[in-house]
């Protein structure tokens, strides 16, 4: 057997299935060849007859997994600080819709935004991620509702992943919100999200995953089923924002389609919980929104736990409710705000990110035939990455490989 490259000396937390915890090697060793990793476990195992071209000494140093940010909104145009400094002023949500802010503010920036424009604002976010140890991210459109700009973000998306060594999936989330040119019937737009928007993002093989925003202030279930429906008949998964500010059961919903994740989840119940375990599908946890709209409904982890529901954790950057980009902070926020274990954070941003994308068979474990993409951290122990705030430890980030 011969590698490209081994790391030697280095402590893995391979977070494969099937080892307890986050399935530490100590003196552990990993190799990879064309991208791919061919080992990962002890140094003492390696076999003997491994040819190597580039030998590389960890001194001891932590890997884990690259890290996945499994939901972002990060393709937009414009901004929402002057929102935000107008909510710090005491305006109201209604106050600062009608001075022009609030989601129809970023759909007019967006739609006037060029698609070299979106590459252009989205891509010091993307480096932001990337600065931590990100080697795979979730990019949903929803900021255009309307077919060329959500066909726009999708392009700029997947240009993203082109202009930066990152992998890059993309979701078509045009059942975001209702334009303003919509009127208020909701029926009609929901009909040509299915009929006009999903058809052109399909056939042009832009959108990996469909997802929908399933709220009061947003879209019924019977609304989001329609979509849910529409991308089965293409053979795409989905992927739901549920039960964020009240329990319309979407949780269940996400599941009964068998969802590859359902979002948010600060009111679902134990039904929903139930429901998303049998499914395999995960829940993914969004701090950062939680805490920048000052939420104090926090998710039932101990449903989740009861039930067995897999955990991820994301950073839902976004302009309006969520302008993180930082899953190091994001850990931290599972653990102080939803009292997550260290464990729980660091398998949710790496294992279970990736198995909420759909993609746990190439990426989120150090295992052989997966793609080499590793997080190598300065840190005494893993606890550190959730512990710090502000702090990023990162030695070195290998994409595929390199």
Do not use: W
């Given at each position: 057997m011969d590698a490209d490259r081994l790391w030697i000396n280095a402590r893995l937390a391979t977070l494969a299935e099937g080892r307890s915890g986050l399935g530490i090697v100590d003196q552990g060793a990993l190799a990879c060849k064309d991208g791919r990793i061919v080992y990962a476990g002890p140094m003492a195992d390696l076999p003997l007859s491994l040819q190597v071209k580039e030998r590389i000494d960890c001194a001891g140093r932590w890997v884990t997994p690259g890290l996945v940010d499994c939901h972002t909104h990060l393709v937009?145009?414009?901004?929402?600080?002057?929102?935000?400094?107008?909510?710090?002023?005491?305006?109201?949500?209604?106050?600062?819709?009608?001075?022009?802010?609030?989601?129809?503010?970023?759909v007019k920036a967006t739609r006037a935004a060029s698609e070299d424009d979106l590459v252009a604002?989205?891509?010091?976010?993307?480096?932001?991620?990337?600065?931590?140890?990100?080697?795979?991210?979730?990019?949903?459109?929803?900021?255009?509702?309307?077919?060329?700009?959500?066909l726009r973000s999708l392009r700029a998306a997947r240009r993203l992943g082109e202009a930066r060594p990152v992998t890059v999936t993309t979701t078509f989330l045009g059942a975001h919100a209702?334009?303003?040119?919509?009127?208020?019937?909701?029926?009609?737009?929901?009909?040509?999200?299915?009929?006009?928007?999903?058809?052109?993002?399909?056939?042009?093989?832009?959108?990996?995953?469909?997802?929908?925003?399933?709220?009061?202030i947003a879209f019924s279930p019977d609304e989001t089923a329609r979509v849910f429906e529409a991308a089965r008949t293409r053979g795409l998964p989905v992927k739901l924002h549920a039960d964020q500010l009240s329990n319309l059961h979407g949780a269940a919903l996400a599941a009964r389609f068998g969802a590859l994740s359902a979002d948010h989840l600060e009111y679902t119940d134990g039904?929903?919980?139930?429901a998303m375990a049998a499914a395999g599908t995960v829940a993914v946890l969004l701090p950062g929104a939680f805490y920048f709209i000052r939420e104090t409904k926090k998710p039932p982890v101990e449903l989740f736990r009861a039930a067995?529901?897999?955990?991820?954790?994301?950073?839902?950057?976004?302009?309006?409710t969520s302008p993180l980009t930082s899953l190091l902070l994001t850990m931290n926020m599972g653990a102080t705000l939803f009292r997550l274990t260290v464990e729980e954070c660091i398998a949710g941003v790496t294992r279970e990110a990736a198995r909420a994308l759909g993609r746990l068979g190439e990426v989120g474990t150090l295992e052989a035939g997966k793609w080499c993409d590793l997080a190598i951290w300065n840190v005494?122990?893993?606890?550190?990455?959730?512990?710090r705030i502000g702090f990023n430890p990162l030695h070195a980030r290998v994409w595929r490989g390199k």
């Open positions: 937009f145009g414009g901004d929402r600080a002057q929102e935000f400094e107008m909510r710090l002023a005491g305006a109201s949500y209604e106050e600062i819709a009608r001075a022009g802010g609030g989601i129809v503010s970023t604002s989205a891509l010091p976010r993307l480096d932001h991620l990337i600065a931590e140890g990100v080697t795979t991210v979730e990019i949903k459109s929803g900021y255009g509702l309307d077919r060329d700009t959500e209702l334009p303003p040119e919509a009127n208020g019937d909701k029926a009609a737009y929901i009909a040509t999200v299915v009929d006009e928007m999903l058809p052109a993002v399909a056939g042009e093989g832009l959108a990996d995953a469909v997802d929908a925003f399933c709220e009061g039904e929903g919980a139930a067995g529901t897999r955990m991820a954790l994301a950073t839902d950057c976004n302009p309006g005494e122990r893993p606890a550190e990455l959730v512990y």
